[in-house]
Structures are given as C-alpha cells and as structure tokens.
C-alpha cells in the first residue's frame, strides 16, 4: 500500500472520506487535495453502479491520497481504511436517488442507515475527533410554504428520504449518547460535472444531446433548490473546519425553480424545441411538490455558495457535450437495464 503524506510527514492530518468516487464526494476531495491543506485522504468507496473510477482519475497519482474499495457496511474495511486512526470521518457514501429507492427501497436502508451506524461505530472505537454526515433537504419532505430551520420536525416521505432521515439520528444520537463529534449537513439538490445522469439535470441534458425525449414527472411545478456541486463541497468542508460539534447545517444556493423552468432552459441551452422534447409522463408515487430549506446558519459561519446558477447551468451543460464519452460510457452500461424499468412505460406512446 502505498504510505500516506500523514505517515511521513506527522504535521499531516488524515480524513476518511467515504463515497468519494461519487458525486459530490469527488468534488470535496479534489477541494481538499488541490486546496495545499496538511491532510492526506483514504477514500473509501464500494464501486456500486454510482461510483466511477474516472471521477477522480486526475487525484490518482496525489501523493496525499490513497483509494480503498470497500463497503462502509462491512466493519472490517471500515476498520482497514482508518488503519491506525484518522482525524475525520466525512461520510458521502449513500444510496441517493429517489427513484431507484422506489423501486427497490432495501439496499437505501442497508447502505444509508447501517452503512452510517458502522461508521459511527468505528469513530467511537477510534475517537475520531470530527464526523460529518452528509444528509439532505429531502429529510424535511414537503414544505408547503416558506423555509424548514434545522430546528424543524423531519417529516421524510420517500424511502430515501427515510433513509437519511435516520442516519441523521443515529448520528445525532451518537452525539448525545457517546459524546461523538458529529456534524450534518443537508444540501440541496445539486449539479454540475460528473453527475450520474439519473438525476433531473444530468438526464435531461444527455437526452437533449442525443435527441432524445425529456420525462417530465406530472405537471412539472415541483419545486426545487439547485446548488453547484462546488459550492455544496465547498460548503462540507466549511462546517467540518468551522462546524459546532453536535449541530445540523442546512446547505442552500437558494435558486428555487420549478422541473419546468430547468426543463425549459435546458432544452433552450441544447438547442432542441419544446414540441419536440418535453413529454409529460407519470408522476413519481408520493412525489414531493416543493423543498425550500433557510441556510442562514452556514452562512452565520462564513459560508458563501459562489457559482451563479444560470452560468453554472451553461457550464455544466458545456461539461457534458465536451464529456460525452464519459457519460457514453454510463449509458451504454447497466444504466440501459434501469432507464427501460423507470421510463420505458412512461415514454411509450
Ligand atoms: P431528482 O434529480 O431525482 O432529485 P430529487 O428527487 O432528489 O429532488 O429530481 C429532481 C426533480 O425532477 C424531482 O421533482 C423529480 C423531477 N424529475 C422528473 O420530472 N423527471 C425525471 O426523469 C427525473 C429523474 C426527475
């Protein structure tokens, strides 16, 4: 194995970092390991279907940064990853799309709530001095009219959404019960480069490029959050450094717009009609209509999302048609065998 900057080099701090060949945990640990910071990073992560090797190929060689594959449900690759202890564990590694969750609502509640608990588990063993949950808007459900405080009742309505809801407390009861220092912080919908094209944007944009339809759940008036992948790692990484241990940070850009609006531009962005593309198709069953959530206690501490959303939309749609073999790869994979499971029907004339 090759030895870590921390080994060498003692002033070096060591973060577990789990998931992060995902999404937004890949985000954070480029943040981390371009940003000159003293801390050297194992990332743990189990390959399922999400995460993807050349999410983080340009890390690879970093001399600070070691990969482990591995299941954060199995305590003994939990236990190899820490090694001889780490100084944080920032857990990304979740099962997080809500419609596969809907489909086959198991491994949500065996990754997100055990996977959590066995790392929880292992930062009690190993005193590990910092540990951030990465959870979600979603735990609040449906918020009719104005902004859900961290304060507010969790009321998940999804089984993802379930899921997450009770990692969080697993990991505030850990808080309270052992004295773990954990730290929670729950984002909003997000984009930007390297998004698994299930989601809205990612799937929508993909489809647009290869003159496919777009599936529009219901009416399209949902409401969502958007905050660019950037600003929600930038964001984790704010409340770990700067977080009061025990405490939940919401993450929020704000940039509320409805499916409809997304849809719109991002069919106007791809240079496809309207006519041509959007079609309404089934509702999501126990689809949540709007997620509204008041970040201003991140922002209390100094954290300031940076990415406008209309240019951060452009890039990443730019991102995906100079990155099409990357998500040709995808597309062409297993994702085939769940694209027809979800929408084969919904699309059918
Ligand atoms: P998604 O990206 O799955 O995130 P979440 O459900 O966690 O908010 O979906 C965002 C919104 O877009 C949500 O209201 C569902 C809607 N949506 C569609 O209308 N069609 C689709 O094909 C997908 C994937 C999502």
Redesign the pocket.
């Known amino acids: 194995m090759k030895p870590l900057k921390s080994i060498v080099e003692p002033g070096y701090k060591r973060w577990l970092v789990t998931g992060g060949l995902g999404f937004i945990g890949s985000h954070f640990i480029r943040l981390v390991l371009g940003a000159g910071r003293a801390v050297s990073v194992v990332n743990l992560d189990a390959m399922t279907y999400a995460g993807n090797g050349a999410n983080l190929a340009d890390m690879s060689n970093h001399p600070s940064y070691r990969f482990l594959r591995g299941n954060i449900c199995d305590e003994a690759d939990v236990d190899r990853a820490i090694g001889d202890g780490v100084d944080a564990i920032i857990n990304f590694a979740a099962e997080s799309?809500?419609?596969r969750s809907i489909i086959a609502p198991s491994e949500f509640l065996r990754t997100d709530i055990m996977g959590t608990h066995v790392l929880l588990e292992a930062a009690r063993r190993h005193k590990v001095s910092r540990f951030l949950q990465v959870s979600t808007d979603?735990v609040y459900g449906h918020i009719a009219s104005g902004h859900a405080k961290e304060t507010d009742c969790l009321a998940p309505r999804s089984p993802y959404a379930a899921s997450k809801a009770g990692a969080d407390l697993q990991a505030l009861a850990y808080a309270n019960t052992y004295g773990i220092p954990v730290l929670i912080t729950r984002g909003t919908?997000t984009y930007g480069p390297y998004q698994y094209p299930?989601?809205?944007?990612p799937?929508f944009v993909t489809n647009l490029l290869e003159d496919k339809p777009v599936?529009?759940?219901g009416d399209?008036d949902?409401v969502?959050e958007w905050m660019h992948v950037e600003d929600h790692a930038e964001g984790v990484l704010h409340i770990l450094e700067r977080g009061v241990a025990g405490h939940v940070y919401n993450l929020s850009a704000g940039n509320a717009r409805t499916?409809l609006e997304i849809t719109r531009r991002l069919v106007q962005l791809c240079g496809r009609s309207l006519e041509a593309h959007v079609r309404y198709v089934q509702d999501?069953p126990g689809?949540d209509r709007r997620?509204a959530i008041d970040a201003s206690k991140a922002r209390r501490l100094g954290w300031r999302p940076k990415v406008e959303f209309a240019q951060g939309l452009t890039a990443t749609v730019d991102w995906f048609r100079t990155h099409e073999r990357w998500w040709r790869e995808i597309k062409n994979g297993a994702f085939q065998k769940y694209y027809r499971e979800q929408y084969e029907q919904r699309l059918a004339p």
Do not use: C, M, S
């Not at 299930?198 to 944007?201: F, G, P, R, S, W």
């Open positions: 799309h809500v419609d979603e919908n299930e989601k809205l944007i799937l599936p529009v759940y399209g949902q969502r499916n999501r689809h997620y």
